[in-house]
């Protein structure tokens, strides 16, 4: 199986992606943003980290880059791609997912595990998986998940609602929010499930001795689903 | 010509910077505020000498890149 992390000047979290990619089976390259072509891939990731600095809007210039427009072609085409974090934001900001992830509510920078319910398993990317709640990592500013009502209702219509933020049980109430985000939206897929945008950093528990193994269960049935 | 655009978050999105700089504001004694919005100003000098064109160069732009519009208006304030 083959995937690709694109690197976007600013990208912190790309190296940490590609060694989860790899760690699973994935024969990963890493493309740099200023290529124009997508090498052959079942999966494409946008990684986490602060693409340009930020600038203007979170992930707003990474998608106006030139790799982007192939990302866009291989998405459009049923192309599997995951962002992650500033993956979601830059997702966001092509237009790729709905809605957009504005500052988190209290203003802070927030670093720490949460607990995320999956809503839909009927798609690529958690088909099969044994468990409902994962406890994955969050690292972010602009995380708090917004959309318009029209685009919310379209979301819900179409079951586009990966992930919410919950507690270890599963339940999904404002107090387990972290960073105000719509009825505590985590992540969201397009309409043909091919395109997944989430905040939590599944590549950060791939080792129990370092943090975790959700991400290990989340990306061991991703190549699975994909094979 | 000088195009200067003003983006701010349209009236039904949370400015939790907005309401901090609010809050300051009333703690040094500024009283009298309804509401404190922030956004964010840009001056873009077009290569174009007419004023309705430059105009239609900054609302592209805005539409394309400025402005994010799920939650974000513009306003083209000053052409000079």
């Given at each position: 199986m083959k995937s690709s992390v694109i690197t976007f000047p600013?990208?912190?979290?790309d190296r940490d992606m590609h060694v989860a990619l790899k760690k699973f089976g994935f024969n990963n390259k890493m493309v740099w943003h200023d290529d124009n072509e997508l090498p052959k891939s079942d999966l494409v990731v946008l990684p986490g980290g602060f693409s340009y600095g930020d600038y203007l809007r979170c992930g707003s210039m990474a998608s106006k880059s030139k790799i982007m427009q192939s990302v866009i072609n291989f998405a459009n085409s049923g192309g599997l791609v995951l962002g992650i974090c500033n993956g979601f934001q830059i997702l966001v900001e092509t237009g790729l997912v709905p809605g957009v992830l504005l500052r988190n509510k209290y203003l802070e920078f927030i670093c720490k595990n949460v607990f995320i319910k999956i809503d839909?398993?009927?798609?690529?990317?958690?088909?099969?998986?044994?468990?409902?709640i994962l406890e994955f990592h969050i690292a972010h500013n602009e995380g708090n998940y917004f959309c318009t009502s029209d685009q919310l209702k379209q979301i819900e219509d179409n079951n586009q609602v990966a992930i919410y933020y919950s507690n270890e049980s599963g339940k999904i109430e404002e107090q387990f929010?972290?960073?105000?985000?719509l009825n505590n939206i985590a992540g969201i897929f397009n309409k043909e499930k091919n395109v997944l945008g989430m905040m939590p950093h599944p590549e950060r528990m791939i080792d129990k001795s370092l943090s975790g193994e959700d991400g290990s269960l989340f990306f061991k049935n991703l190549i699975n689903n994909i094979k | 010509m000088k195009v200067s655009a003003i983006i701010t978050l349209k009236?039904?999105?949370?400015d939790p910077q907005g309401k901090v700089i609010q809050q300051a504001l009333d703690g040094m004694g500024f009283k009298d505020v309804n509401e404190v919005r922030q956004g964010k100003y840009f001056e873009i000098d077009v290569k174009e000498d007419d004023p309705k064109k430059s105009r239609k160069i900054v609302e592209d732009m805005c539409n394309k890149?400025?402005?994010?519009l799920v939650i974000e208006d513009y306003k083209i304030i000053e052409i000079q």
């Open positions: 600013g990208s912190n979290c839909n398993k009927n798609n690529p990317y958690f088909k099969n998986l044994d468990k409902e929010n972290p960073n105000g985000s | 009236k039904d999105v949370l890149l400025l402005a994010n």
